[in-house]
């Protein structure tokens, strides 16, 4: 016979049973996700910020050449200033629209180093290809000038869409690695470190394929620069390498996916004041940066009238003065007001730098090593603690980084494209005019003057003023536990 008192007395059992089981699993679920957030708000060791760091070689050193060379190439084998600005721009226009488009893929499907490796890939093949010649021109056996403003063009806006996946991805993994706050600016304090590794081996490469070749018959010029090409591509790709076998795929995105949180929309970030702020210094700061390194070439050979070495040297002075300064500012104890004041004193450096080069005499071209020192700690000083505002506008909204890292690489990269355009347009029709300074010393201000000198100066000033208005949160954390590059 069915008891009825005993029945409802073992459902109260089974009741306290679960229940009990339950709050268990409640316990664990919970510490368990707070011990996950403990872990990653701890410094990152040594290992793991070279690690990542490394990854950005391939697009660093081929960036050095792009910027440094290209306009130079291009008109010494005979393109105007125009149509070697036309390409520049050509390639600087797909990279930023590929940065928007890669932005949300990433954003939207993750695989950060899956986006990198392909992105990688693409750079590997096609860089080749920009500095190797007009590849339509030798299919076509012509020499047509605007066919081959049409074939270099074209594998520049390939190169740059390469270029664009490799760095979103790589800038928006900064978030995801980690969630301590000094960490971050160590991961960006090493990335330029790295940056100024990979410049420093492409000057290094630059000045012994130069004196190798002394002549300047077109076909000469040519092979230089497939050689440096060559080289360059052979040692990004052993870093890469490095970045791929030695950093996990960032757990705190894999975590985000697991728990299907919706994708922060744009208007989220349209929202904020701050975004725009930074969007402004970051935009300005690599225009400083790019354009005074486009047309630093030009400067010293046709202005200064310096030996043709000094088109690598130069360069050279400037990224092992960013390189000691970076290494400098990876262990500082940064707070916000910090990151303001050390970008306020890059952008007055930049400013003094810029009136000296506007005004130098070639007579006196040695002072432009002293200017290049000046120069290289402008640009780290800037560089770095700019790259580390957008770490902080990102904060712990991690579902949508890659957006905020391509929408600023959209504005850096077409107003880079634009500037260099609009310089290059008028290089060959602007006059110069003379201007005698008071020891007799002629100083001819031309279109490059205003470009590598008065431009970047003016850039640097407004994103002083832009970073002074900020409201930055603070970022005070525990230093790191093992010394960077120590």
């Not at 009741?15 to 009990?20: C, L, P």
């Not at 832009?466 to 930055?472: A, E, F």
Request: aromatic share 12%.
């Amino acid at each position: 016979m069915f008891d009825v008192r005993k029945f409802i007395d073992r459902q109260r059992r089974n009741s306290g049973r679960i229940s009990t089981n339950f709050v268990s699993i409640m316990v664990n679920t919970t510490g368990d996700e707070s011990s996950s957030e403990a872990e990653h708000a701890k410094p990152l060791g040594r290992l793991s910020i070279l690690s990542y760091g490394s990854g950005h070689m391939l697009n660093d050193i081929t960036s050095a050449c792009w910027f440094t060379y290209l306009l130079l190439f291009l008109t010494d084998i005979g393109l105007s200033p125009r149509d070697a600005a036309v390409v520049m721009l050509s390639g600087q226009t797909a990279d930023a629209f590929t940065t928007i488009f890669a932005g949300e893929l990433i954003d939207r499907f993750g695989h950060f180093k899956l986006w990198h490796a392909g992105g990688s890939i693409l750079v590997a093949i096609s860089f080749s290809s920009v500095f190797g010649g007009c590849v339509p021109c030798k299919v076509l056996r012509t020499d047509s000038s605007v066919l081959e403003t049409v074939g270099y063009s074209t594998f520049a806006a390939i190169f740059n869409v390469g270029w664009a996946v490799t760095q979103v991805s790589h800038m928006s993994m900064v978030n995801c690695i980690t969630l301590n706050p000094t960490s971050r600016v160590a991961l960006a304090s090493c990335r330029n470190a790295f940056t100024m590794i990979a410049n420093l081996s492409l000057y290094a490469i630059a000045l012994a394929v130069f004196s190798a070749y002394n002549t300047m018959q077109s076909i000469s010029i040519v092979i230089q620069y497939r050689w440096i090409a060559y080289l360059s591509i052979f040692i990004g790709c052993c870093f890469v390498c490095v970045f791929l076998l030695g950093t996990k795929e960032p757990e705190l995105k894999k975590q985000i996916q697991c728990k299907n949180l919706s994708r922060i929309s744009w208007a989220h970030w349209f929202k904020k004041v701050l975004y725009y702020q930074v969007a402004v210094v970051y935009m300005l700061t690599r225009l400083v940066t790019n354009v005074s390194q486009a047309l630093l070439a030009f400067y010293v050979i046709n202005d200064l009238e310096m030996n043709r070495s000094s088109k690598a040297v130069v360069p050279a002075i400037i990224y092992i003065s960013s390189f000691i300064v970076s290494i400098i500012l990876q262990e500082t104890r940064w707070t916000s007001l910090r990151l303001k004041t050390f970008f306020t004193a890059g952008a007055i450096l930049w400013v003094v730098s810029g009136a000296g080069i506007f005004v130098l005499p070639s007579k006196l071209h040695d002072i432009m090593y002293v200017l290049s020192i000046i120069i290289g700690v402008a640009n780290a000083l800037m560089t770095v603690t700019g790259i580390s505002m957008e770490s902080i506008l990102v904060g712990e909204d991690l579902n949508g980084c890659a957006f905020v890292y391509g929408s600023l690489s959209f504005l850096d990269k077409l107003s880079c494209g634009l500037a260099l355009y609009a310089l290059e347009s008028y290089q060959d029709a602007a006059g110069r005019t003379d201007m005698k300074l008071n020891n007799s010393m002629e100083v001819t201000h031309s279109v490059t003057r205003y470009g590598f000198g008065v431009f970047p100066a003016a850039c640097a000033l407004v994103s002083a003023v832009v970073t002074y208005t900020m409201d930055l949160p603070d970022t005070r954390s525990r230093p790191l536990n093992e010394p960077l590059l120590a």
